[in-house]
Structures are given as C-alpha cells and as structure tokens.
C-alpha cells in the first residue's frame, strides 16, 4: 500500500512539473497606420500626438511585438519603425538625429511566482492614463492632452498581487520617464490599485512620484494621481474616463490636471461612433498664468477583419489665442478633419 502511495506522489509530481514547464507557442502581433488630416485653417494647428501632418497622406509606424511563455516565465519585446515612433516618441529621438531608425516600446520580463503574485522588470508602456502609444488599440487616432502630458514608458521592476479576481496592487520602483537608463539612478516610485466593483465597471487608481536628474525644476520631477474607468452600460454602449492631476516638485509651480470622457455606441458588428470630451489645464507657475483648453473629438470606427478605417473630426479651444487662423491672426478656436488607416494582426 505504501508503495502505490509513493508512486501516486512521484506521477503527481512529474505531471506538475510538466504542467510547470510547459512552453506556448511564440506569439507574433502587429499593427501599421496611414493617415490624411486638413486643419481647417490650412496649417498645421492642433499639435497633439500623433497626426500632425497638414494636407499629406502621411505614415505612423509599424510595430512589430513577440510575446513568449515558457511555464511561469514570460517574455514581450516590441519594436517600432517610421515617423510615429522615431520622432514622437523614442527618448533619444529628434528630427537631427537620422541614426535612430526604431524604437524599442516595451522590452520586460515576467515572473509567476504564485498564481496571485507576478514580478515583471524591463521597459513598459505606462501604467499612466487611457490612451496608448499604438494606433490599433485606440479608438480615436488623434490623442488626448492628458496622453501629450506623458509620461509614455516606464523602465522598472514591478510587483502585481491578486487578492480576488477583482482587486489587485501594483507596486514598483522606476527610472525617469521614457528613459531606458536613468542617469541619476532608480528615481521615481508608483503603484495602481485595480478593481471590479460590478459587472462591466473596471476602475485602476495610479500614482507615480520621483524626481529627475535635472532636480525638482525638471518636467518630470513630481507626482501624478490618475483615475482610469471604464463602464460597459449596455452590449452597445460604454463610457470611459480618464482624470489625472500632476504637481511639479519646484517652488515655483506647475504641473497639469484634466479630465476626458470616452462615450461610445456601437452601431454594428463593424461600426461604431465615439465622442472625446476632455478639459485640460495648465497649471500656473511664478512666471506664466495658467492656460486651459477644451477639446471635441468625434469618430467612427469602420472595421473590416483586421483594418479600421477611423473618419474624425475633432474641435479645439483655448482661453488664450494659442492658435492661428489662413490669415495668420492668433486665434482661440482649431479645428480639423483626418482620416486615417489602421491595420492589426
């Protein structure tokens, strides 16, 4: 009898451990993205991320992504190549510098250590905001001032625990924003909270606080509280928000705070309408006043397999004269047409 007990634990322990190592294929994604915009004002006016281009069918970039799982190991590494990524948001990129063909987006390692608790480590899309860097996995195609505000990646280690199904915490130590090394060491310290309270409502509480290499004077050097939700009201409507507020360690002041809302009704299978609603202020310091803005942005999402075609037409004001008219006089009024294609696999 012994003998048969020993052996159920030696089966049971080589099939765990079988079940520990198993290794899933390697994952392959993409995404790639043309674009057509026309300020109404026959200029380039409205300088958010990422269409910029006036009157020019003009490309973003394409991504390439990999995404490995050997038993409780993981890896996902993601490149970029073309405009999007070379000049908007690579760290070292600028229009002078022609040697940086591709941007590294996210590069990180993962470790299940239970089934509740995972550490991850490497370079990471930010855990801050609504919008993302890729075109595929946003609805509308121009963005947010909050998601101009940044940061874009953080380079880190991280520990996520599930205490349920519907509340997790995450903790991590970080670099400077959009660094892949920080120059004056691990520098910046964040989290997020994320739960579930019901049915179809997510929520995730961020903050991130630290300060750069440049001292409290630097853009980066502060602390940022952000409130990400979403809310699946009905099979075809759904509600997002995002609102953020950040404060510059200087003694002289500044920082933003904004909120945007993210209605959208799905007509079809294929079709579907979305509003972004978004106020955003900047914050005064000692030397400027504070500067606010309002933004309407309206857009269709036509799906097709993996292509989207996304028509928007988006409304920008600002307190102060911050824009121009054809005529070249200051204006306090933008507005613009894109249209622009989005391919995924």
């Known amino acids: 009898m012994r003998k048969k007990t020993n052996l159920t634990v030696f089966l049971s322990a ?33 300088n958010t991320y990422f269409g910029n281009d006036h009157n020019s069918i003009s490309i973003g970039m394409i991504g390439l992504g990999l995404k490995k799982t050997t038993g409780r190991a993981s890896f ?10 070379q000049y908007l948001t690579i760290p ?6 022609n040697s940086n063909t591709f941007h590294i987006q996210n590069l990180y390692i993962g470790y299940d250590f239970t089934k509740k608790f995972n550490m991850t480590a490497g370079y990471m899309g930010t855990f ?3 919008e993302v860097i890729a075109p595929s996995l946003n609805f509308h195609y121009s963005t947010s001032y909050l998601f ?43 989290g997020q909270l994320a739960v579930q309270p019901i049915e179809g409502l997510s929520a995730y509480f961020n ?42 360690k200087s003694d002289t002041g500044g ?34 006043p504070s500067e606010s803005t309002s933004s309407f942005t ?24 911050i824009f121009l008219t054809k005529n070249s006089d200051p204006s306090k009024k933008a507005s613009q047409f894109s249209l622009s294609l989005v391919y995924s696999f």
């Open 255 to 288: 920082g933003y705070s904004g909120v945007a809302l993210y209605p959208q009704y799905s007509i079809s299978e294929n079709v579907a309408l979305g509003l972004r609603g978004e106020y955003f202020n900047v914050k005064k310091t000692d030397i400027i």
């Open 92 to 97: 070292t990129g600028d229009y002078n510098d």
């Open 298 to 321: 309206l857009s269709a999402n036509i799906k097709h397999e993996g292509l989207t075609l996304i028509p928007e037409i988006r409304l920008d004001n600002n307190q102060n004269p």
């Open 14 to 46: 080589i099939a765990s451990l079988s079940i520990a190592q198993e290794t899933k294929p390697l994952e392959i994604n993409g995404y790639a993205d043309v674009y057509y915009k026309y300020d109404f004002a026959n200029r380039e006016n409205i």
């Open 128 to 130: 801050i905001g609504y």
């Open 76 to 85: 996902v590494g993601e490149l970029s190549f073309g405009p999007r990524g």
């Open 148 to 190: 101009g505000a940044g940061p874009f990646q953080n380079a880190g280690i991280k520990g996520t625990y599930n205490f349920t199904e519907k509340i997790s915490l995450m903790l991590g130590l970080f670099n400077d924003w959009n660094t892949y090394q920080d120059i004056n060491g691990v520098s910046h310290f964040g």
């Open 207 to 248: 903050f991130l606080s630290g300060t750069s290499a440049g001292g409290r004077d630097e853009y980066t050097s502060g602390t940022i509280y952000d409130l990400v939700a979403s809310y699946e009201i009905t099979d075809k409507f759904s509600l997002g928000l995002n609102a953020a507020d950040y404060t510059f």
